[in-house]
């Protein structure tokens, strides 16, 4: 039986968790409850230890559980941990790192894959500080569900209510469903951009945030895959379950990618530079009037030079970033390069380093596009086909 330790976060939408532990416990799921005081204004820790049959935890210095560290113990031992409702407070402690109740802490503690449906105001879903906060969480590799749009019962209309309990479960049943199918799979994947230096202190970069292979690296790992994770320069957390080899140069990536073969897939999601310059030895000065001439030769290319190994993964798959005619563009790439399938995606806006993307998988078969969905989202989604493949 798959067991949850639920999170009831202190809102008005708390009352939705009792339905949620029913639904649960319908479908063979073990709940235990761990109820913030704020949650303790809104339901009660009998109505839930009533529902899940099991002891309600709401205090960290409980003394009688503390003896033999509960909250490590509680942290650990369900296979996923659910926050439902995640209010705007909670989700900023959890990005920061806060430990300061029994709520915080298990998430701090916790080595389990952690899953947090967000209800609050419309204005705190949209404040800068929550979607910073929604980012860094993302980042760090906790599934944040979109929350519902509607009327909330501050008495306005938008996104920030609570996913139905149904939703709520779905998304739980999608996350024990679907671990396992890649277990026993190597994947190669890699993200984020390269650095070609030009002296000591400059270099040739892009804009790529590497979120969206980070996202996918930790999909396929929830998978249940052996995920090698080549890493250009980036400023992102390691997902969990996930060896990262970091790199910087193209050639680097190169070396890496070689060395981490045999794997059974590869996703090239890199946004790989296609030049680099003659590195001088000492920084290059100012001159007026005489701008320094950088020689540029071409960096290797790794999906092709992937693609046409005789050690070629059994799936390759690589990203085109294109600014215009992104499908032909893509089509033509996956031709020329020899791999499997191409996911397209327009960089003319604000995709490189935002939180969303709008792909276009270009397979033999034809081109699927996908609506604009949270990076995430796009990787659950991308993880799931590469498993019916293999």
């Not at 009533?50 to 031992?77: C, P, W």
């Not at 600014?323 to 031709?335: L, M, P, S, W």
């Not at 327009?346 to 792909?359: I, L, P, Q, R, Y």
Request: glycine share 8%; hydrophobic share 45%; charged share 20%.
């Amino acid at each position: 039986m798959k067991k949850i330790l639920l999170i009831v976060g202190g809102g008005i939408a708390a009352y939705k968790a009792c339905e949620l532990i029913r639904l649960c416990r319908k479908a063979g799921i073990e709940v235990k409850c761990v109820l913030t005081a704020g949650g303790q204004h809104f339901v009660t820790p009998m109505t839930l230890a009533a529902l899940s049959e099991n002891q309600v935890y709401t205090n960290l210095f409980d003394l009688k559980d503390e003896a033999e560290m509960g909250h490590i113990q509680l942290s650990r031992e369900a296979d996923l941990v659910v926050i439902a409702p995640a209010t705007a407070d909670l989700m900023a402690k959890m990005a920061a790192g806060i430990a300061d109740d029994l709520a915080t802490t298990l998430l701090l503690a916790t080595d389990k894959p952690v899953l947090a449906a967000p209800a609050m105001n419309v204005r705190m879903w949209q404040h800068a500080a929550t979607r910073r906060n929604v980012a860094t969480l993302r980042g760090d590799g906790v599934t944040v569900l979109e929350p519902d749009e509607g009327p909330m019962a501050c008495g306005e209309y938008g996104p920030g209510r609570l996913p139905e309990p149904e939703a709520i479960l779905a998304a739980i049943q999608r996350h024990f469903g679907a671990a396992g199918k890649l277990t026993g799979k190597h994947i190669l994947v890699t993200a984020g951009p390269t650095h070609e230096p030009i002296d000591p202190v400059r270099y040739i970069a892009n804009r790529s945030s590497g979120k969206q292979g980070y996202a996918i690296a930790g999909a396929l790992a929830a998978l249940g895959a052996k995920v090698t994770l080549v890493s250009g320069p980036v400023a992102l957390a390691t997902p969990p379950g996930v060896t990262r080899v970091d790199v910087e140069t193209a050639q680097d990536m190169a070396n890496a990618v070689a060395q981490a073969l045999p794997a059974d897939a590869a996703v090239m999601v890199a946004a790989v530079g296609d030049w680099h310059a003659e590195r001088a030895e000492q920084k290059l000065k100012k001159q007026a009037g005489t701008p320094p001439t950088l020689h540029l030769s071409e960096n290797p290319d790794i999906l092709a030079m992937l693609a046409a190994s005789p050690r070629r993964p059994g799936l390759v798959v690589g990203f085109a970033a294109e600014t215009e005619q992104v499908i032909d563009h893509a089509t033509a790439k996956r031709t020329r390069k020899g791999a499997d399938w191409i996911v397209a995606n327009d960089v003319s806006g604000d995709v490189m380093g935002g939180e969303a993307n709008a792909v276009h998988l270009v397979t033999a078969e034809g081109v699927e596009s996908w609506e604009r969905l949270p990076k995430d989202e796009v990787a659950r989604r991308l993880a799931d086909r590469i498993a019916d493949a293999l």
